[in-house]
C-alpha cells in the first residue's frame, strides 16, 4: 500500500510520554497471539470511552428534551404568557434544531482537525451553560437565545461521536457501542420523568420548572471537565495506549476499510459524500425517526395525560415505555452486529414504530391499549435509530465521508425535528389526528427506505464480488482516493 496519502503530524505536539511508533509499524500485521492482546484492548478502551460518552449523551439528551416536563411544571404560564394554542412552546422546542441542522456538517468535518477530547469536552461545557441559562428565561426571547445555543453545540457533539466510535471500534463491534451511546437516550426519557415527577413535589423559592433545567444542565458542564481530561486522543497518537496497544488499534481501525493518520480531511471525499444518492435515502429514513423521537421527547408526558392522568403521574408514567425502548435497542444492535445485517432489522422495527402510531389513532378509548402501544413506539423509533447510526458509521468506506455523510443524513433528519414539534398544538388535544397520521406515514416511509438501501448493498457487493472475488473482511483496503467505491470495500446490508 501506499503510505504518501497519510499526513504526518508533529509529534511534539503529542507531548511527553508517547514512543514514536511510525505509520507503517502501526500498520503491518499483528501477531498471531493478538486476540489475547485485542480483547484486552477492547475492555481497556470500553472502560474508559463508553461510560464518559454516554453519560454525557444522558444529559446531552436531557437538555435538549426537558421542555416537554417543563411544560406540565408551569413553563408556559411563567415565560410565555398561557400560551393558550401551544404555538410558543412549539417555536421554543423547534428552536434548538436550527442551528443544530445547520451546522452539524462543518462541525463534524471541522472536528476531524481537532483533539477529539478537547473538542467533545468544550462542546459539551457550553452546551452545558446554555442548558442551565434556560433557568433564568423570563421571556421567549431568552428561552429561544438558550435553545439556539444549545443546538449549536450539541452539533458539534453528535456527529463527532459517531466518527470517534470509528476511530476505535471494528464494524462487527460499533452497532452495540452505538447502541449502548445512544440507549442512553432511552434512559434519558425515564430518568428525565423520574426526576421530573421528584421535583414536581418539591417545595422551593423558584419554580420547579426552573429547578429543573439547574439539575439537569450544571452536570453536563462537570462531565465536560471530566471529558477533557479523560477521553483518548486518535488511536495513534493517545497517551492512553502504549506504543503496542496503538499497533493493535490502527490494525482494527483498518480492517475492510483505512483510516487516516493525524489530522486530514479529503475534500474529494467530502464532495463524494454530498453526491452519493444512499446518503440521501439515509436521510429520509432519519426525517420519519427524528421526527417520531422529537413528538416523543416533547409530548410523551402530554400525550399519556389525555389518557385521564394528573400531571405528575403522567411524568411518572414516561418511564416504562423509555426504559423498555433501551432493552430493545440493545437487543436489536446486538443482534446487528453478530449478524452483519442493518437493512431488515430497521426495516421491523421502523415498522413497529409504526404500528404504535396506528394503534393511537385506530383506538381511542381503550386507556391500557394506547398506553401499550406508546411502548410500540419508543422501542421501535429508538431502536431504529441506533440502527442507522452503526449502519452509516462503516459503509462510507473512509473517515471524511463518514466526516461528511453523517452529519448530512443527520442534518436532513433534524428537520424531521422540526416537523415532530409543530405535530402536536393543544388546539387538537386529546385526540392528535393529524400528529399519529404523520409520524406513523413517516416510520413506514422509513422501513421501504431501509429495504431499498439494504437491497442495493447487496446487489452491490455482488457485483464486486463476482468481478473481484470475496476479499477477507479482516483486510485492510484502500480506501484514501475511492471511499466506499473500492474495489475490495464491502457494505454492511
Same mark, same amino acid.
Given at each position: 500500500?501506499?503510505?504518501?496519502?497519510?499526513?504526518?503530524?508533529?509529534?511534539?505536539?503529542?507531548?511527553?510520554?508517547?514512543?514514536?511508533?511510525?505509520? *507503517?509499524? #502501526?500498520? @503491518? =500485521?499483528?501477531?498471531?497471539? %493478538?486476540?489475547?492482546?485485542?480483547? !484486552? /484492548?477492547?475492555?481497556?478502551?470500553?472502560?474508559?470511552?463508553?461510560?464518559?460518552?454516554?453519560?454525557?449523551?444522558?444529559?446531552?439528551?436531557?437538555?435538549?428534551?426537558?421542555?416537554?416536563?417543563?411544560?406540565?411544571?408551569?413553563?408556559?404560564?411563567?415565560?410565555?404568557?398561557?400560551?393558550?394554542?401551544?404555538?410558543?412552546?412549539?417555536?421554543?422546542?423547534?428552536?434548538?434544531?436550527?442551528?443544530? *441542522?445547520? #451546522?452539524? @456538517? =462543518?462541525?463534524?468535518?471541522? %472536528?476531524?482537525?481537532?483533539?477529539? !477530547? /478537547?473538542?467533545?469536552?468544550?462542546?459539551?461545557?457550553?452546551?452545558?451553560?446554555?442548558?442551565?441559562?434556560?433557568?433564568?428565561?423570563?421571556?421567549?426571547?431568552?428561552?429561544?437565545?438558550?435553545?439556539?445555543?444549545?443546538?449549536?453545540?450539541?452539533?458539534?457533539?453528535?456527529?463527532?461521536?459517531?466518527?470517534?466510535?470509528?476511530?476505535?471500534?471494528?464494524?462487527?463491534?460499533?452497532?452495540?457501542? *452505538?447502541?449502548?451511546?445512544?440507549?442512553?437516550?432511552?434512559?434519558?426519557?425515564?430518568?428525565?420523568?423520574?426526576?421530573?415527577?421528584?421535583?414536581?413535589?418539591?417545595?422551593?423559592?423558584?419554580?420547579?420548572?426552573?429547578?429543573?433545567?439547574?439539575?439537569?444542565?450544571?452536570?453536563?458542564?462537570?462531565?465536560?471537565?471530566?471529558?477533557?481530561?479523560?477521553?483518548?486522543?486518535?488511536?495513534?497518537?493517545?497517551?492512553?495506549?502504549?506504543?503496542?496497544?496503538?499497533?493493535?488499534?490502527?490494525?482494527?481501525?483498518?480492517?475492510?476499510?483505512?483510516?487516516?493518520?493525524?489530522?486530514?480531511?479529503?475534500?474529494?471525499?467530502?464532495?463524494?459524500?454530498?453526491?452519493?444518492?444512499?446518503?440521501?435515502?439515509?436521510?429520509?429514513?432519519?426525517?420519519?425517526?427524528?421526527?417520531?423521537?422529537?413528538?416523543?421527547?416533547?409530548?410523551?408526558?402530554?400525550?399519556?395525560?389525555?389518557?385521564?392522568?394528573?400531571?405528575?403521574?403522567?411524568?411518572?408514567?414516561?418511564?416504562?415505555?423509555?426504559?423498555?425502548?433501551?432493552?430493545?435497542?440493545?437487543?436489536?444492535?446486538?443482534?446487528?452486529?453478530?449478524?452483519?445485517?442493518?437493512?431488515?432489522?430497521?426495516?421491523?422495527?421502523?415498522?413497529?414504530?409504526?404500528?404504535?402510531?396506528?394503534?393511537?389513532?385506530?383506538?381511542?378509548?381503550?386507556?391500557?391499549?394506547?398506553?401499550?402501544?406508546?411502548?410500540?413506539?419508543?422501542?421501535?423509533?429508538?431502536?431504529?435509530?441506533?440502527?442507522?447510526?452503526?449502519?452509516?458509521?462503516?459503509?462510507?468506506?473512509?473517515?471524511?465521508?463518514?466526516?461528511?455523510?453523517?452529519?448530512?443524513?443527520?442534518?436532513?433528519?433534524?428537520?424531521?425535528?422540526?416537523?415532530?414539534?409543530?405535530?402536536?398544538?393543544?388546539?387538537?388535544?386529546?385526540?392528535?389526528?393529524?400528529?399519529?397520521?404523520?409520524?406513523?406515514?413517516?416510520?413506514?416511509?422509513?422501513?421501504?427506505?431501509?429495504?431499498?438501501?439494504?437491497?442495493?448493498?447487496?446487489?452491490?457487493?455482488?457485483?464486486?464480488?463476482?468481478?473481484?472475488?470475496?476479499?477477507?473482511?479482516?483486510?485492510?483496503?484502500?480506501?484514501?482516493?475511492?471511499?466506499?467505491?473500492?474495489?475490495?470495500?464491502?457494505?454492511?446490508?
Amino acid at each position: 500500500m501506499d503510505f504518501d496519502h497519510y499526513e504526518h503530524r508533529d509529534r511534539r505536539q503529542d507531548g511527553p510520554g508517547i514512543e514514536e511508533v511510525s505509520e *507503517i509499524d #502501526l500498520l @503491518i =500485521p499483528l501477531d498471531l497471539d %493478538s486476540e489475547a492482546q485485542e480483547r !484486552r /484492548l477492547l475492555r481497556k478502551l470500553d472502560k474508559r470511552i463508553l461510560p464518559i460518552l454516554c453519560l454525557l449523551y444522558l444529559f446531552a439528551y436531557l437538555d435538549r428534551s426537558n421542555l416537554g416536563n417543563a411544560r406540565l411544571q408551569g413553563l408556559p404560564g411563567d415565560v410565555l404568557g398561557g400560551d393558550p394554542t401551544g404555538v410558543l412552546f412549539d417555536w421554543v422546542n423547534s428552536a434548538f434544531f436550527f442551528t443544530y *441542522i445547520l #451546522l452539524q @456538517i =462543518p462541525f463534524t468535518v471541522l %472536528s476531524k482537525y481537532y483533539n477529539p !477530547r /478537547l473538542w467533545i469536552g468544550c462542546s459539551a461545557i457550553l452546551w452545558g451553560i446554555c442548558s442551565t441559562s434556560m433557568a433564568t428565561a423570563h421571556t421567549f426571547t431568552g428561552l429561544m437565545i438558550s435553545r439556539l445555543g444549545l443546538g449549536t453545540f450539541e452539533a458539534a457533539f453528535g456527529g463527532a461521536v459517531v466518527l470517534y466510535f470509528s476511530f476505535y471500534y471494528t464494524k462487527a463491534e460499533c452497532g452495540t457501542r *452505538i447502541a449502548y451511546w445512544f440507549g442512553f437516550a432511552a434512559v434519558a426519557g425515564a430518568f428525565g420523568g423520574l426526576i421530573a415527577y421528584g421535583i414536581q413535589h418539591v417545595k422551593v423559592s423558584i419554580a420547579n420548572w426552573r429547578l429543573l433545567f439547574l439539575l439537569e444542565g450544571m452536570p453536563t458542564m462537570l462531565l465536560g471537565l471530566i471529558c477533557l481530561f479523560i477521553l483518548p486522543d486518535r488511536p495513534e497518537s493517545t497517551k492512553f495506549l502504549t506504543a503496542a496497544e496503538r499497533k493493535i488499534a490502527i490494525s482494527r481501525m483498518n480492517r475492510g476499510t483505512s483510516g487516516d493518520f493525524g489530522a486530514v480531511v479529503r475534500r474529494s471525499h467530502v464532495i463524494a459524500a454530498f453526491q452519493d444518492w444512499r446518503i440521501y435515502v439515509g436521510g429520509v429514513i432519519y426525517f420519519g425517526l427524528n421526527c417520531a423521537l422529537a413528538s416523543l421527547s416533547a409530548f410523551l408526558p402530554t400525550i399519556i395525560g389525555t389518557m385521564g392522568h394528573e400531571n405528575a403521574m403522567a411524568q411518572l408514567m414516561t418511564v416504562p415505555p423509555y426504559a423498555i425502548a433501551g432493552f430493545v435497542l440493545m437487543v436489536a444492535s446486538y443482534s446487528s452486529d453478530r449478524l452483519q445485517i442493518r437493512g431488515p432489522l430497521l426495516v421491523c422495527t421502523s415498522t413497529i414504530g409504526g404500528l404504535g402510531y396506528m394503534i393511537l389513532l385506530g383506538v381511542p378509548h381503550q386507556q391500557d391499549v394506547r398506553y401499550g402501544a406508546t411502548f410500540l413506539i419508543t422501542s421501535g423509533t429508538y431502536s431504529s435509530i441506533g440502527l442507522v447510526n452503526a449502519w452509516f458509521s462503516h459503509n462510507l468506506g473512509s473517515e471524511t465521508k463518514r466526516a461528511a455523510g453523517i452529519p448530512l443524513y443527520g442534518a436532513i433528519g433534524q428537520i424531521g425535528g422540526i416537523l415532530g414539534s409543530h405535530l402536536y398544538p393543544l388546539t387538537e388535544g386529546p385526540a392528535y389526528t393529524s400528529g399519529f397520521t404523520v409520524s406513523a406515514f413517516l416510520l413506514f416511509l422509513a422501513a421501504l427506505c431501509a429495504l431499498l438501501l439494504s437491497v442495493s448493498f447487496r446487489l452491490d457487493n455482488m457485483q464486486r464480488d463476482q468481478q473481484y472475488g470475496k476479499p477477507d473482511p479482516d483486510d485492510m483496503v484502500d480506501t484514501s482516493e475511492l471511499a466506499d467505491k473500492a474495489p475490495g470495500f464491502r457494505y454492511v446490508p
